[in-house]
């Protein structure tokens, strides 16, 4: 049988008005009673009449979803996440993989005016998709963007916070020689984690071991460490820009019989699911994905109602999720 608006005010205990109006986005409704409707819609599988809505409303009741890659466990967790939220009100998505916008091409999602909101993942070229969305009146997101001057609609980590902390923790354990390998430098995380790591070394008056660029590969992890290792000359502990780069770090290290965190401590970024599959177990700084997609989730619909006039972006704190390969069995 199908799902209706009276089986989830009565599983709310809430009325029928208060969920229509937590379906129409209204600023109204108490936030306890929202999400209260909301967990009552998640329960019951319960998917609002997009048609009736969209003939209703003058809308697609589509948001479209452009990211660079779906080769990123994090960034598919972010996709999920959006999916499951904007699904309870009543919105599907659209999602397209692109490398960038062309300054003379114009994505067909935006071209078509077939969404009514758009939310960028860590897009590329990030300027020419904001002039374009500007002038045909689209609102949109921007996740994980490269330039703070975007961040107006936008939804960040503060990775220099996240590198900050996964320095601090290793000097915490004794540490004083440190390296860190970098991902791209045209990634904005990547110039914050980096940042965020010297910050936490400069104020113990401590220099890097080695600061390496590369990228967000297992492949450089693995062939930096091979060359430390080749010259006989490692870190006692290893800050990788993401998981990736440390799985390859530990990698050599294993493989050329060198004990991990017993000889060499390793800290990754981003928490993916290999991370607490390892072994050992890597300690990594977790990026909320459920947070983040929330988030912009929150915000664009806010902006296709109208109810977000003046950009007020989001900053999310990381955290350090603590494994085997940073605390020593006793």
Known sequence: MKV???DVAKKSGLSVVTVSRVLNGAESVREKNRQKVLEAMKELDYRPNAAARSLASGKTGIIGVIVT???DSFFDQVVKELNEVLALHGYFLAISVTTGIGSGDT???I???RVD???LLSPMEEDNYIVELKRRGIPYVLIDNQKPENDSFSVTIDNFKGGYTATKHLLEQGHTSIAHLCGEEMFRSTRERRSGFLQALSEQGLEP???VSGEFEIAFGYDTCKRWIAAGHLPSAVFAGDDHIALGVMNALMEAGISVPDQVT???YDDHYIASQLRPQLTSVRQPADRIALAAADMLLKRIDGRMKRG???RIDPELILRETTVRKE
Do not use: N
């Open 117 to 119: 909101g758009l939310i």
């Open 107 to 109: 994505h067909y999602l």
């Open 69 to 71: 890659t779906l080769q």
């Open 312 to 314: 007020a972006g989001q």
């Open 209 to 211: 071991f080695e600061v």
């Open 4 to 6: 209706s608006i009276f």
């Open 266 to 268: 390793v800290v990754g």
């Open 111 to 113: 071209q078509e005016d």
